[in-house]
């Protein structure tokens, strides 16, 4: 069965770090950029960041509000993509999902989609 | 950043009734565009991806169209495991960004 699953969440306080990780299971993990979305309680979904395949150089991408405080890295050898949270802030609370992002091709371009999410860790910012 | 906007932002309707959700984006994204389903508690689900393509295991009953800065999603006849939220995405240019999210309830 292919899955992901989030570990590492939990309660943390404000300025302190937390290092969110997902294992991949059933695929061939380091073939896949890995991507992170959050979720506010309530709330939609936002893009983190993600990494790409080692195979594509292994390179990391953030949204703006990320830069500089979160961090992605991967372990091919053990199927894990982490996420690296430093200075967390109360609004950083939120259920965080790991993806696995699939790419399809057509004449017009590459179309990419998430099409395996974990169960998602939440991460709760709070003194 | 491209902006994306879903309406309505809640649905109420029947089982067998036929819905449509739009989602118009900021500029034009072509046809980069996905659909998801998160039911309560649970990870979002992959419907649509490339604005009208079904992804594996999707039910017929869902339709993706659309291209440039408007697309729709459409259940063709609503069922019961059906009423849940759904977001589009864009994934023309990173950052890749999210609807505001449709909730779909019952009448």
């Known amino acids: 069965e292919i899955q992901l699953v989030e570990s590492g969440g939990g309660l943390v306080q404000p300025g302190r770090s937390l290092r969110l990780s997902c294992t991949g299971s059933g695929f061939p993990f380091g073939d896949f950029a890995m991507n992170w979305v959050r979720q506010a309680p309530g709330k939609g979904l936002e893009w983190v960041g993600f990494?790409?395949?080692?195979?594509?150089?292994?390179?990391?991408e953030y949204a703006a509000s990320f830069k500089g405080r979160f961090s992605i890295s991967r372990d091919d050898s053990k199927s894990i993509v982490f996420l690296q949270m430093n200075d967390l802030k109360s609004e950083d609370t939120a259920l965080y999902f790991c993806?696995?992002?699939?790419?399809?091709?057509?004449?017009?371009?590459?179309?990419?989609?998430?099409?395996?999410w974990g169960q998602g860790a939440l991460v709760t910012v709070s003194s | 950043d491209i902006q994306m906007t879903q309406s309505p932002s809640s649905l109420s309707a029947s089982i067998g009734d036929r819905v449509t959700i739009t989602c118009r984006a900021s500029?034009?994204?072509?046809?980069?565009l996905n659909w998801y389903q998160q039911e309560p508690g649970k990870a979002p689900k992959l419907l649509i991806y490339?604005?009208?393509n079904l992804g594996s295991g999707v039910p017929l009953r869902f339709v993706g169209s659309g291209s440039g800065t408007t697309f729709t999603l459409t259940i063709t006849s609503l069922q019961s495991e059906d009423f849940a939220s759904y977001f589009c995405?864009?994934?023309?240019?990173?950052?890749?960004?999210f609807g505001q999210g449709t909730k779909l309830e019952l009448k």
């Open positions: 993806t696995r992002e699939k790419v399809y091709y057509d004449l017009l371009g590459s179309y990419y989609y998430f099409d395996i």
């Open positions: 490339g604005a009208s």
């Open positions: 500029q034009s994204i072509d046809n980069f």
């Open positions: 995405q864009q994934s023309s240019i990173t950052p890749q960004t």
């Open positions: 990494i790409r395949s080692e195979a594509s150089g292994g390179t990391t």
